[in-house]
């Protein structure tokens, strides 16, 4: 039962249901999202899968934020989830680590704007939260160990979390919507082995593509097995296939849905990397004004950080997203840990090796996820110590509109320049004013 | 070294390296496929996703075999692969059940096409060759606990045959193939819950769509992670998660390419329904005579066959082809089993449901795949019974080319009409002399 009632939830929830706290958290959702989807537009990585993908495009109906183009609503959702994934900077549900506005909103922006006028913001926004809450549920119910075998958890429930959004967009009956997160369910897109390569963003993009495609064809009477999530060699049972319990896992958090809502738990990075390193940049930020006397770095972490994030020798700067050497270096360095810092060229910078060369790194299990020590070593024999018990960024210590702004306007503003990141910055807050979706999507670009 | 082993293979596979027995199965492989696409042109399952997916289609350059239209290279892929598979009809790797053409043939079809004039029939047949080749030797080294766990395998290792077969059409070199091979792995699509419903011949599509997408993506330089098959949580140990040996075992299947042939293996179908139920067919089939005096049927057969095709009381076609229950009643009560005994209407016929409540069925462990006996208890207390030691379409037993023929005119006759379908049968036997294959892709249907 727990698909049907996940579809049956999905399909149902209204403006009203929301309390002002998820309405909130929502409208953050958004608004980094799109400042991530912008500030990603110019990637490489993002310009080749538009290379490739070009000549297949239909009808332009659907925005590239930042891009000044458009596509059809299928193409639009694998790029804007490819853009708004590349630089490690969209925002974590921290209980899962899955980043769940990403494929969720790529695909429902896209398929409002093919909608044509007359989309609300009310509207866009309640199935943005009914596609995150489903998301992140189905996260909490194969977690860790679905994560642990491989799993890239975003692209995985990521699909089925965006057909729970364009299944809520298009009205999609109860019935229809468990047929689409059946359908999404079936794809099964991300391994954990590509972080470092172009593939884990794409993976964000494919799952927004996964969860359209399903809403699409369960919105044509298209069908998918009945208990798809939960059934007997269903979703759960396969895709956490060494947890027996899985399939009553996800149903036990399925049944929490819309009593507590996983979406005022989603944090946003003020940095533009995996959010274990961010501990430690926090940590090394504080003791940048030593940088010059450094003879080494010490840093004790929780030990999924040097799992994640252990590469010693980065080569640029998609991984160098995965070297907490990397990333110590760099702020200790600069003073900084944005954009600039996981650049290319930076990232092979000689006094940027040299230093990395000094970071050596503990494991220990008696770290939270969120907190970090790290400790120099100077020229004249003295130690330096910080302890970060909460990151920036962290549930504890949020960032606030004001950084979360900041955030955005670093990101945009190199894309569409300094007064078009205004105005998009106005715009992406305004959201839930929006009476035509379509206009306003378009809009954010110019 | 797998991944890189199976890259430099396909990339590098000529004509001059095919054994004649591999090019007279790759011929009869796609010719039986292009029966199987057109046969399946108008079912309802493929017409709901023309339908839904019709605005998102982009330039037509791909022919959708057997709908007089054609759509862009990806939604050509998807729609073939969906058609061919819909009628469970297509051929069949029997060693490890995928059903190896569908998602390879559909993808590379279509991306074929796309090239425009002067793809010579040649080229298509080794790049067939090689994304069948590297998809049944995946299939084989994660065979059999990946199937048991609940991977729909022709699906999963479907994509990662058709981004071989597309990048041996498009020139990629070894490194751009193990790129590509990788971003096809990550799209684990399938789940065998699925079966009997419309999503089933989804995941077949959706598997050539993923393989065509990678190797679009890996041409353009889009990077994987390095030795994406066989690494450490890589996908072999991600999608075979109970095996510790998957990677190696994945390993030692990839090492035999070239050496031994699996499309030299293939079996095609001479029913249009799960292949696990043949056996029985064939027994049935042969027992006709006594359908009006029977009170009881009793199959023994394979385990496999109830765990595949135990529904006891299918509601329609699509059911059906996973009861061997309805099976054996249709066959008996018409004496064929065809199309028409697994349309809609034959299955709720009163005389077929009472024939069917009077089936019942042993799992036999001692059995082989392809063995079946069926016992019948006439009115008059006599017993007549049937022993199959191979079924009809078994490699014991294949279907030689006038079966193959007769299967193609029946499927492609109600499609296109007599005189079109004796056209489309000679031009499908006629692929390997073609010197256009997109004026030939487009001339099968006509």
């Known amino acids: 039962m727990a698909t049907a009632h996940a579809a049956s939830w999905a399909a149902s929830l209204t403006m009203s249901q929301l309390p002002p706290a998820v309405v909130r958290a929502a409208m953050e959702s958004l608004y980094n999202y799109i400042g991530c989807a912008i500030g990603g537009a110019s990637h490489p990585?993002?310009?080749?899968?538009?290379?490739?993908?070009?000549?297949?495009?239909?009808?332009?109906?659907?925005?590239?934020?930042?891009?000044?183009?458009?596509?059809?609503?299928?193409?639009?959702?694998?790029?804007?989830?490819?853009a708004a994934h590349v630089h490690d900077y969209d925002d974590t549900h921290l209980a899962t680590i899955v980043h769940p506005t990403a494929p969720v909103a790529s695909a429902l922006l896209a398929q409002a704007e093919a909608l044509g006028p007359g989309i609300s913001g009310e509207r866009l926004l309640v199935a943005l939260v009914a596609g995150i809450?489903?998301?992140?549920?189905?996260?909490?119910g194969v977690w860790p160990a679905h994560y642990d075998v491989g799993w890239h958890i975003t692209g995985t429930v990521g699909a089925i979390g965006a057909a729970a959004a364009v299944g809520r967009l298009l009205d999609l009956s109860p019935?229809?919507?468990?047929?689409?997160?059946?359908?999404?369910?079936?794809?099964?897109?991300?391994?954990?082995?590509?972080?470092?390569?172009?593939?884990?963003?794409?993976?964000?993009?494919?799952?927004?593509?996964?969860?359209?495609?399903?809403?699409?064809?369960?919105?044509?009477?298209f069908t998918a097995a009945p208990g798809a999530l939960e059934a007997s060699r269903g979703w759960a049972a396969v895709v956490d296939a060494i947890t027996p319990a899985a399939p009553q896992n996800i149903a036990a958090q399925i049944h929490t849905l819309g009593h507590t809502w996983e979406i005022t738990a989603n944090?946003?990075?003020?940095?533009?990397?995996?959010?274990?390193?961010?501990?430690?940049?926090?940590?090394?930020?504080?003791?940048?004004?030593?940088?010059?006397?450094?003879?080494?770095?010490?840093?004790?972490?929780?030990?999924?950080?040097?799992?994640?994030?252990?590469?010693?020798?980065?080569?640029?700067?998609?991984?160098?997203?995965?070297?907490?050497?990397?990333?110590?270096?760099?702020?200790?360095?600069?003073?900084?840990?944005?954009?600039?810092?996981?650049?290319d060229a930076f990232v092979v910078r000689p006094d940027v090796v040299a230093l990395r060369g000094k970071v050596t790194a503990t494991a220990d299990a008696g770290l939270a996820a969120d907190a970090a020590e790290?400790?120099?070593?100077?020229?004249?024999?003295?130690?330096?110590?910080?302890?970060?018990?909460?990151?920036?960024?962290?549930?504890?210590?949020?960032?606030?509109?004001?950084?979360?702004?900041?955030?955005?306007?670093?990101?945009?503003?190199?894309?569409?320049?300094?007064?078009?990141?205004?105005?998009?910055?106005?715009?992406?807050?305004?959201?839930?004013?929006?009476?035509?979706?379509?206009?306003?999507?378009?809009?954010?670009?110019?």
């Open 45 to 82: 990585t993002t310009a080749a899968a538009r290379s490739a993908l070009a000549p297949l495009f239909g009808a332009s109906t659907s925005t590239l934020l930042g891009q000044d183009a458009k596509a059809d609503a299928a193409h639009a959702a694998l790029l804007n989830g490819i």
């Open 133 to 140: 809450e489903v998301e992140c549920k189905l996260a909490l």
């Open 175 to 221: 019935v229809q919507m468990e047929h689409a997160l059946g359908i999404a369910a079936s794809q099964v897109t991300g391994l954990r082995v590509m972080f470092g390569s172009d593939t884990k963003a794409f993976h964000v993009g494919r799952a927004a593509q996964n969860g359209l495609l399903a809403a699409l064809l369960a919105q044509k009477g």
């Open 267 to 343: 944090a946003f990075k003020p940095f533009p990397c995996g959010i274990v390193v961010h501990p430690t940049l926090d940590a090394c930020l504080r003791l940048h004004d030593s940088a010059a006397a450094i003879t080494a770095v010490h840093v004790r972490v929780h030990p999924l950080v040097l799992e994640l994030t252990g590469k010693t020798a980065p080569a640029d700067g998609l991984q160098a997203k995965f070297s907490v050497f990397h990333a110590a270096a760099a702020a200790l360095r600069s003073g900084a840990a944005g954009p600039a810092q996981f650049a």
């Open 374 to 446: 790290v400790v120099l070593t100077l020229a004249d024999g003295a130690e330096r110590r910080v302890f970060v018990e909460h990151a920036i960024g962290s549930t504890a210590v949020p960032m606030d509109a004001a950084a979360l702004e900041a955030k955005f306007l670093g990101q945009v503003t190199p894309v569409l320049g300094a007064a078009a990141a205004a105005r998009a910055s106005a715009m992406a807050w305004g959201a839930l004013e929006s009476t035509d979706v379509a206009q306003w999507a378009a809009g954010l670009s110019e």
